[in-house]
Structures are given as structure tokens and as C-alpha cells.
């Protein structure tokens, strides 16, 4: 064990603050600083804004535009880009099927589908989940059925992230009824131009429109978009999901929301306030355990020593439950004008953090609930 | 101590259930909210009595007892009305108590007949919950009064014919001392309103006075006396959100029990999963402990004793900020996707309990009070 | 940076489990203590020590936790030792030091900021007062005490045998022995009095900071002490015609002792690198950051796993409860949790 930090890493740092306080667009910065959902136009332009740099995919494998960074680079790299107010690249693009395609697609499909993405010419959006597939994902019921060279996809996803942005969706189907549910999926691409794609607003609770629908009504799917065998759709699906664990970007998301709650204790004379002081420093030592349970994931990714603990389970179980303690106190610092409902256009000083709580409220809920994840540390610890 | 309903109560709980029932539809207030709020339903309020309910009956009013108005707020709460019940009928029965006969006479029917509606205009920008904190002056000129000062964020404050505004005729910002409550005129020359949206859908303004004159007789109570009326009123106020904030989490778990007994996953519903068992016991656990600080709410308003009246209702306030806080995060949790989407009204209830934390004090501030 | 433990980590971890395991809970000897050379592991070969890091240490401190020992292997070989340190250029804190690795002389530190005062009268020195929640010292032939002196603080080095020194002796509720000492009137010569007059206290501070990071890592294996045992317990223990183990609350409960005592083992960790950075500041905040986490932790841990024991879980005789209450000792040494906390609230940088 060796806990000190490596000073080419500060170096590395500083290298990255650098090239955001020149390539990154102020106005940007500023839009997406606030809490509210990042734009399609400011996505993209970002990504390519990276990938001029050669930056726009961190964690890929060299070979397809990765650079090649140790994970804790890659963590850092992340963390300035969040402080800094960057917006996202398409996750679901960037860091959910394009690791699929490079580990389950045949090469024909990373080659029509990686160099596009890497340059943030195509948005992609999930169609997993179904109204009665959530947590149950599994018994997932929307049908793929063979015809000639093509699918025919019918069915419905529910909770598709920016899937109204998506040139592309991935999405699980089932293609065989008569076998256990899981053996039964298949992993498809599709084109959302598709005709019979049919795509509708989920407005949540913040008013804000970043969750879709998605009705699939006698949708023709070439068969070579299918990833990987028939049948073998689980299994994409849960390397997938163990990689969205990964990169959840739980610190660098807290450390922002922090930074952010600390400005604005200080202008309200909040800071001053013991009570509210004392719940300033919870927060800080809450953060000070996920930055440290990170790094030391980050620094046994691929090791054995990986197995040894559910670091996934329990970085999104922290993660998610901090965001939500430090975004109920950044609602709670504004006082009376934080019941204010702001719209993204909005100037005012405050707007998004309302907004922003509202929408948090899912993220105990999305990407395997809370619940779900204690039932897998629990696992962990007592066997099935 | 009784605990069981009468029947005069019995008879109001049902005619609100009943309205309620007809007229209080999650959909129907969507389409409220366009205009704000619904001159239909606040008409249908008047109609059943409601806005005289709390106010005298020598003027028109029904003599209403506190438990009346919690039964009012508690049933009314899971239709989330977006209509100014709050400020025409607590806080101005409350304000009104030190009106005068001429006042009461003047004001009280069109209230109760829903011609008048009121607005609460007290809080100012940097007085985080502090009831002395007021810095909007009012000077005397002729017979009456000149009003200069910001309020904002004033509830209802865009459509009230009528704001209670507190102003100060002496003293520095946070004396004691020196504070007066006007039954200001909204359209009365240099008012002027800016409308805000809420998050629980209700509106709102940010309001500048210039110079806006008050008649002496739109004075209520004692000039420069009135903080021990703020007061009271803040706690009557108090009083009735912990009533609408238990009927919005008993709304809250009954709807996340009943998802617990319908959704299906993994082969059966999730109820059957013992940790969602626990939560909902958890959640019923909160709701009792704040139904019971409501309850207490109602009964010591009457107390004499103003510091055991201040601190009781102040512990009430944490109570309903601890329980709607869990309860709320809890019942969005355990909905699962649906919780977070604005279709369905689980996220509405809970918006509304998230606006009523900072609401006439959050609970760290009452913590603070409550430990003076 | 890496978080395997290295070969010479991994021996050093097992042989103290070995040592534990073998002698049974809480029947460790001060003698072995040092022949195995784990006194003087954090302390420099100029000392006489091993050359160890405060990773050695925390990974002593660990097992002996994890094996519920309540021997003062913290106060004196990491305090104390540590607040003799710096002054070892001064002949009796040489020779108290040499002692104490060799195991031939226990100095128990009683370091408390407030409390024994020491005044220039026309007799001479005098030290007064009284030092509070002294561990390790009923067995102490030595003590490092703190006394406020002119505007600062002193560090006496005092024989336990020294006229004028009172001991009054009591058990902890983990079963460790501690003592307040009575100081009336003592007379007190120069060099008993370490470094100089009223500026022992940046020597105190960092001592303390070396102490509580050891503290974190004693109480790190206490809590994973009461997660096996519970983890155990969970899966042998039926009612309602099966395991306990398939209860999803008691499941869950599990996971959330687990994600309690994973946060405090992360906080370590930073206070741990944080020790040989430059900057205090950001020293003192990660130690203080390790105290607030391991102290919550512990609680949380202690509680439930005596929750999840039932009844069994509060008696004596089981060692659950024996666990829960070290947890409760170690919060509250060297400033509890609720402390830690108010200082960091207070010197929060924006």
C-alpha cells in the first residue's frame, strides 16, 4: 500500500485545467454550471471540441480513439472537465454501447458505428427498460421476430435519456419466447429514423423534458445491427451495466455541487451559521469517503483485488445518496426564493438548483435503484 | 380530550371530501394552472362556507374553531389547490382578530362571500424567517400612510385584490418595536407586481412599493404594535400547513402502499419484498408522529403563554419538516421511474411538501428557535 | 497509488493477527508487544525504533482491534512516543523513549490541553491540577503530561513515583483501565520540563494527529470484528423456519454496516496520505475528517450489530457487545466525532 499522490498526476492536472480554460467556451460553461439539462448543441459542440484534441473518449481502447490514460487520469480528467462546467458527451453513446460494440460488435459495426460517435457526429439513447421491466429487466416483453434479412421490432422502452437527441438507439429484445427470459434477448441497434419509431416526452418532476418513451410499431431492423448471437443480449446487457456502475461520475458530480453550495452559503451569510456549518462539514467528510473508496477502485480496475469488495454497488449507493443530501441543502440555502420554479433561459443566480433537486431524485432510483444495489452488497456478504 | 370528530365536523369533512371528489382532479388543475387559479373552485369554497369558516359569526363568519381549519386543510390537501386559502382564510382571520368593528365589517363578507382574496406580504429579501426583520417603512402623511419597500416573493401575490403588508413606522431594521400591519389595496398606485411561478404550481410576485398611500382605516391594530399579531398569525399559519402537510403524506402513503401491492416484478408484487415492507412501515411511522404534532399545533394556539405557544409551534414545524422530508423522498423511491415524472401526482405532492419546508420558517430555523 | 498491501505489509498484518488470534481476546502482554518489535514500529532507527510509517502502525492497530485488545498500544507507543520524539535530543526523553520500545518502561500520555497548570512560585516550579481519562496509566512507570504555562503549553516528563502525584484509578466500559491524576502542589525541577516553557504545543498537536489516525484503524478492526460476527450470526442463526440470512432487511442492514465501516477504512486512507503532506491544514482536516467518519461508523456499526444479534447481542458473556463498547471508547479518545465535526465546521475553507 502506497498512498501518496504521484505529482505527475498534479502535473497531468494542471495540463487539463489549461486546455478547459482555453477551449472551453465561457457562455458554455456558464449554461451548464446551473443544473438544468445540458443541451444537444452544447453537447456536441463539446465533444468536438475534444476530439479535435484527441479527448473526446478517455476510456476507450487506444486502437479505437482511447488515450491510453491510467484510470485515475481518466477520473481527473473528469473531475476538471466537471468543475470547470463542461458539459457531458452523450453517456450513452460515449460510455454504454460503444464499449459493447468493442468488446461483443463484429468489426464491420465498430467501424460504422465508433469513428462516428468519437467524433460526436451521432447521438445514441437506451432503450432498455420497459413499463413493466424496470428493476425486472429481464422479463422485458418487446418482440423482435425474424423476417428474411430483417427483425420486426414491436413493443415500447420507457425512461430513454435524451433518446429525442438519438440518431441511433440500442436497445434490448427479446427474440425467443420459449426459453428462461434472460436466454431469450437480443442486443439490436436501430435507427430512431426508422419508420414505425415513434418517440414521446416523459416530462419529470423538475418540468424539464430529458426522458422519452419509445414505441416500436412493426419497426424493420437489419439483422446485421444485431450485437453479438441471438440470444446473447443478457450478456451485453450486463457488461453494460457493470461498466455504467463505473462511470458514474459520482465525485466529480459531488465535488461541483459542493463547490457550488459552499459560494452560495457564503452569499446568503450562511456560512457563518454553526448549524449550517456543521452540516457543510458532513457533507466534506460524506465526500472525503467516496473520493478515497474511488481511488482506490479506480486504482484496482482490472485487478483481482477488484472481486474482493462490491466497489460498484457501494459507490453508487454513497454517490447517489450524497448528491441527493448536498442538493437538499443547496435547496434549503436559497431559503424562501428556492421554491422559485426558474426555466433554463433564466439568469437569476438560483436557477437550476431547485430544479436540479427535483430531477435527483432519480438518481437513487435509475441505473439499478438503491435497493437493488443493497440486495447485491448484501450478496456479496451472505451468498445468494 | 377528544379526539373523535362531532358532527357539524363530520358534515364539513364530507362536504370538502365532496368537493373534493367532483371538482378537485388532478387533470382539472392542470388546466387551472393556466390562469393561475380556479374562480370556479373558490366560488364552490365560498358556496360550502369555507372561506367564512374561521372568521366571526357577528360578521358574517361561522366561528370556526382551529381543529375546523385543520379538518379543511388536511382533506383539501391531496387535491393541491392552488387557490389563496391560506392568506384569505387563516391568515386574515387571524389578522383580523385585532381588527375593528368598522374593519370586520367592511372586509368579512365579501371574504366570505369570495369576492375578496388576501395575500401575506411580510417576508423581505435577507430575513431568512426572521418575523422582526423588516425594513419596508411606512411614514405618516395626512391621515394616513406612505409605503416605500420591497416584498418579494409574496404567495398569491400577483391576483389578491387585497395584501397584508407589514411596514415599519419606527425604529431600525430588526427592533422589535415599531412594526405595523396595512390591509393594502393590490391595485392602490404604486404597487407594482411581478409574477413568479412555484414549484408546487402556485403563483407568486416579487413586489415594489413607491410611495403608496394607506388610509389610516386600512391599518389593523396598533401602529408600530403589530409584531405580537405577525406572530400569531406566522403560527396559525404554521398550524394549518402541518394539517395540509399530514393530509398530503397520509395521500402520499396510501398511494405508495397500494403501487406496493399492484407492481409487479420478479414474478409478484414488490411488496412482498421485505425491505419496501419496512420503508412503508417507516413512512407510517413518520406520518403518526406529524399527524399527532398537528394535532397539538391546533390545541396550542390557544395557549396564553406566548413563549410556550411560539416554541410548541415551532417543534411543530420540525416535526412536519422530518417527516414530509422522508416520506416524500420515500414515496418518489418507491415508485420507482414513475415517481420522478410529472405526469403522475406523487412528484406534485411532494413538490408541494418541498415548498412548504421554507414556508413561514424551515425546520432549522424552528430547531434553533425552539432551543432559544 | 495502490492499496494492495505489499509483502512486507502482508507479514507484518499477519503476524499480529497471529499473535491476536493465538493469545485470545484481550489477553495481550506488553512484553511481547515489544519483542516483537511493534512498540517502536512507527518510531525512527535514531530513536531505536523500526523505521516504520504510520502504515505500519494503522496496520498493527488494525488487528489488535480487530482482536478487541484493549491494551494502551496507541497512547503509549503512538502519543506518547510521538510527543517524545521531537525532543529526544534532551537525555531523559532519550532514555524514556529507549525504555519504552524496549517494553522496560510504559509512558502514558496525559496531554489534555486544559486542566494541570504549571507556575513559577518562590519554592520553584509547581505543577497543579489534574489530568483526566489517562489510559495506560495505571500500569504507567512514566508520564508525558501537558501544563499550561505563561500563555502556552509545557511538557513535563514525570515518574510515576514523584512526590506530590496522586493516581486515582478506574475501568472504561470496554474493560480498559485508565486514571486521573491529582498533581498538589508538586515540586517540579527543569528538566523534567521537555523543549521549552509554553511550546509543547505544535509537538502535542502532531502527536495527537498520529494518535488519532491509529485510533481510526484500531477502531476499523473493531467494526470489521462486529461485520463477521454479524455476517456469521445472519447465516446460522434460523427463525421463521430459515436462515435469518434471507430476511431482506436484515440483509440490507448487513450492507449498510458494510458501506459504514468501507467509508471509514476511505477516510483512513486520506488521513493516512494527507500525514506527510506539508500543508497543516489540509493535514489537520483529513484527521479530523478520519475522526468524524470512524466515530459514526463505529457507532453505526457497534449498534447494529448488536441489533442484528438480538438478544444474545446484549449479553456479557458474547463479545458483540464488548465490540460496541471499544466503538464507543474509540469515538470518544482523542476527541469524539461530534467534536471532530465542529472543528471542521469552524475552519471550513470556502
Keep these: 500500500m502506497h498512498l501518496e499522490r504521484d505529482p505527475a498526476d498534479a502535473a497531468f492536472r494542471e495540463e487539463v485545467r489549461a486546455f478547459l480554460r482555453d477551449a472551453l467556451p465561457p457562455d458554455m460553461a456558464q449554461r451548464n454550471l446551473r443544473g438544468f439539462h445540458p443541451t444537444k448543441a452544447d453537447m456536441q459542440a463539446w465533444t468536438r471540441i475534444l476530439h479535435a484534441r484527441g479527448w473526446s473518449a478517455p476510456h476507450w481502447p487506444v486502437e479505437h480513439g482511447g488515450t491510453g490514460w491510467s484510470p485515475l487520469r481518466r477520473h481527473l480528467f473528469e473531475e476538471e472537465c466537471f468543475a470547470a462546467g463542461a458539459p ?255 426555466d433554463a433561459s433564466d439568469a437569476d443566480h438560483a436557477a437550476g438548483i431547485t430544479a436540479d433537486f427535483l430531477y435527483r431524485r432519480a438518481v437513487t432510483i435509475y441505473g439499478g435503484s438503491n435497493e437493488i444495489q443493497r440486495n447485491l452488497i448484501a450478496r456479496h456478504l451472505l451468498g445468494p | 380530550m377528544n379526539f373523535a370528530l362531532d358532527d357539524d365536523q363530520r358534515m364539513l369533512k364530507d362536504s370538502v371530501e365532496r368537493l373534493v371528489a367532483r371538482d378537485g382532479g388532478f387533470e382539472q388543475r392542470r388546466l387551472h394552472m393556466a390562469d393561475g387559479w380556479s374562480r370556479t373552485l373558490w366560488a364552490r369554497y365560498a358556496e360550502i362556507g369555507l372561506l367564512a369558516l374561521p372568521y366571526p359569526s357577528t360578521h358574517g363568519g361561522l366561528n370556526g374553531t382551529a381543529v375546523d381549519t385543520l379538518l379543511v386543510f388536511e382533506t383539501l390537501a391531496r387535491a393541491l389547490p392552488l387557490e389563496p386559502l ?49 425594513s419596508c417603512r411606512a411614514r405618516r402623511e395626512g391621515a394616513g400612510w406612505v409605503l416605500d419597500g420591497d416584498k418579494p416573493l409574496v404567495v398569491h401575490g400577483d391576483s389578491a385584490d387585497r395584501l397584508l403588508v407589514s411596514a415599519r413606522v419606527s425604529g431600525e431594521r430588526c427592533d422589535r418595536d415599531g412594526i405595523a400591519l396595512f390591509m393594502l389595496d393590490a391595485n392602490a398606485l404604486g404597487v407594482a407586481r411581478r409574477g413568479v411561478r412555484l414549484h408546487d404550481g402556485r403563483r407568486a410576485a416579487d413586489i415594489v412599493l413607491e410611495g403608496v398611500y394607506v388610509p389610516a382605516s386600512d391599518v389593523i391594530g396598533e401602529p408600530g404594535k403589530a409584531l405580537p399579531l405577525i406572530e400569531r398569525i406566522a403560527q396559525h399559519a404554521i398550524a394549518a400547513l402541518a394539517a395540509e402537510a399530514v393530509g398530503l403524506m397520509q395521500a402520499l402513503l396510501d398511494t405508495t402502499v397500494d403501487y406496493l401491492k399492484t407492481r409487479q416484478q420478479f414474478g409478484g408484487p414488490i411488496g412482498r419484498f421485505q425491505a419496501l415492507q419496512h420503508r412503508a412501515a417507516e413512512m407510517l411511522i413518520a406520518l403518526e408522529q406529524a399527524r399527532s404534532m398537528a394535532l397539538y399545533a391546533a390545541l396550542m394556539l390557544d395557549e396564553p403563554d406566548d413563549a410556550e405557544r411560539a416554541k410548541a409551534l415551532s417543534a411543530v414545524k420540525v416535526q412536519i419538516g422530518q417527516s414530509a422530508r422522508f416520506i416524500g423522498q420515500q414515496a418518489i423511491q418507491l415508485h420507482g421511474g414513475i415517481g420522478v415524472t410529472d405526469e403522475y401526482v406523487v412528484g406534485h405532492w411532494f413538490k408541494r411538501l418541498t415548498v412548504m419546508e421554507s414556508e413561514f420558517g424551515d425546520t432549522d430555523h424552528h430547531l434553533a428557535e425552539f432551543s432559544r | ?233 445472519l447465516l446460522q442463526r434460523r427463525q421463521f423456519g430459515a436462515a435469518i440470512a434471507s430476511f431482506q432487511v436484515l440483509r440490507h442492514r448487513l450492507a449498510d454496516m458494510l458501506l459504514a465501516q468501507e467509508q471509514a477504512r476511505a477516510t483512513l486512507h486520506g488521513a493516512l496520505a494527507a500525514l506527510s503532506a506539508e500543508d497543516g491544514d489540509a493535514r489537520g482536516r483529513a484527521v479530523s475528517i478520519a475522526k468524524v467518519q470512524s466515530g459514526r461508523s463505529g457507532r453505526f456499526v457497534g449498534a447494529q450489530a448488536i441489533q442484528l444479534h438480538g438478544g444474545i447481542g446484549m449479553t456479557d458473556e458474547y463479545l458483540i457487545g464488548h465490540c460496541f463498547k471499544r466503538l464507543m471508547v474509540l469515538d470518544q479518545a482523542q476527541g469524539s466525532a461530534a467534536a471532530h465535526l465542529a472543528t471542521l465546521a469552524g475552519r471550513s475553507t470556502p
Design chain 1, 88 to 342: 457531458p458527451t452523450c453517456t450513452a453513446a460515449f460510455s454504454l454501447v460503444a464499449p459493447v460494440l468493442q468488446r461483443f460488435g463484429t468489426p464491420e459495426q465498430q467501424q460504422r458505428h465508433l469513428p462516428a460517435i468519437l467524433r460526436g457526429d451521432t447521438f445514441w439513447g437506451q432503450g432498455f427498460s420497459e413499463p413493466n421491466a424496470g428493476s425486472d429487466l429481464a422479463s422485458l416483453r418487446t418482440r423482435a421476430l425474424r423476417d428474411g434479412e430483417h427483425y420486426v421490432v414491436d413493443g415500447q422502452k420507457t425512461w430513454t435519456t435524451e433518446g429525442h437527441y438519438a440518431d441511433w438507439l440500442f436497445c434490448l429484445v427479446r427474440t425467443d419466447t420459449t426459453v428462461a427470459p434472460q436466454r431469450g434477448i437480443s442486443f439490436l441497434l436501430i435507427d430512431a429514423r426508422s419508420p414505425g419509431i415513434t418517440i414521446r416526452p416523459i416530462i419529470s418532476i423538475d418540468g424539464a423534458h430529458s426522458l422519452n418513451e419509445v414505441f416500436f410499431d412493426g419497426v424493420r431492423v437489419p439483422v446485421e445491427n444485431r450485437v453479438g448471437d441471438e440470444g446473447q443480449g443478457w450478456t451485453c446487457a450486463k457488461f453494460l451495466l457493470e461498466n455504467e456502475r463505473a462511470f458514474s461520475a459520482e465525485v466529480p458530480r459531488n465535488k461541483r455541487m459542493l463547490a457550488r453550495l459552499k459560494a452560495l452559503a457564503a452569499a446568503q451569510g450562511l456560512a457563518a451559521d454553526p448549524v449550517f456549518a456543521t452540516r457543510i462539514a458532513e457533507i466534506e467528510v460524506e465526500l472525503a469517503a467516496l473520493e478515497w473508496l474511488t481511488l482506490r477502485a479506480l486504482s484496482e480496475h482490472g485487478s483481482d483485488a477488484a472481486g474482493a469488495w462490491p466497489a460498484g454497488s457501494l459507490l453508487h449507493v454513497l454517490g447517489s445518496e450524497l448528491q441527493q443530501k448536498t442538493g437538499a441543502l443547496l435547496v434549503e440555502a436559497l431559503g424562501e426564493r428556492g421554491v422559485i420554479h426558474y
Design chain 3, 1 to 233: 497509488m495502490h492499496f494492495a498491501l505489499d509483502e512486507q505489509q502482508t507479514l507484518l498484518r499477519d503476524s499480529v493477527a497471529r499473535f491476536v488470534a493465538q493469545g485470545g481476546i484481550g489477553a495481550a502482554h506488553w512484553q511481547q508487544f515489544a519483542d516483537m518489535g511493534w512498540l517502536g514500529a512507527g518510531l525512527p532507527e535514531s530513536a531505536g525504533g523500526y523505521g516504520g510509517s504510520a502504515l505500519d502502525v494503522a496496520i498493527i492497530a488494525e488487528q489488535l482491534g480487530r482482536g478487541l485488545v484493549i491494551e494502551p498500544f496507541v497512547e503509549v507507543a503512538v502519543l506518547a512516543a510521538q510527543a517524545l520524539l521531537p525532543l529526544q535530543h534532551e537525555p531523559p526523553a532519550a532514555a524514556a523513549l529507549a525504555e519504552l520500545i524496549e517494553g522496560r518502561s510504559i509512558v502514558a500520555p496525559a496531554l489534555q490541553p486544559q486542566g494541570a497548570e504549571l507556575s513559577q512560585t518562590r519554592s520553584g516550579l509547581r505543577l497543579s491540577g489534574a489530568q483526566t481519562l489517562v489510559v495506560g496509566g495505571t500500569r504507567a512507570d512514566r508520564f508525558v503530561v501537558a501544563a499550561t504555562e505563561g500563555g502556552g503549553l509545557s511538557l513535563l516528563l514525570l515518574d510515576a513515583a514523584t512526590p506530590g502525584l496522586r493516581r486515582h484509578d478506574y475501568r472504561l466500559i470496554d474493560g480498559s483501565a485508565a486514571c486521573d491524576l491529582h498533581f498538589d502542589e508538586m515540586a517540579i525541577d527543569g528538566h523534567q520540563r521537555l523543549g521549552a516553557p509554553g511550546g509543547a504545543g505544535p509537538v502535542i498537536a502532531a502527536a495527537r494527529e498520529q494518535a488519532i489516525v491509529a485510533q481510526c484503524a484500531q477502531a476499523l478492526g473493531v467494526m470489521d470484528l462486529a461485520l463477521s460476527t454479524t455476517r456469521d450470526y
Design chain 2, 86 to 134: 391560506l392568506p384569505t382564510m387563516v391568515i386574515g382571520a387571524a389578522a383580523l382578530r385585532e381588527a375593528s368593528e368598522e374593519q370586520l365589517a367592511r372586509w368579512v363578507p365579501p371574504i366570505a362571500a369570495g369576492e375578496l382574496t388576501l395575500a401575506w406580504a411580510h417576508g423581505e429579501a435577507g430575513s431568512r424567517y426572521r418575523l422582526h426583520d423588516v
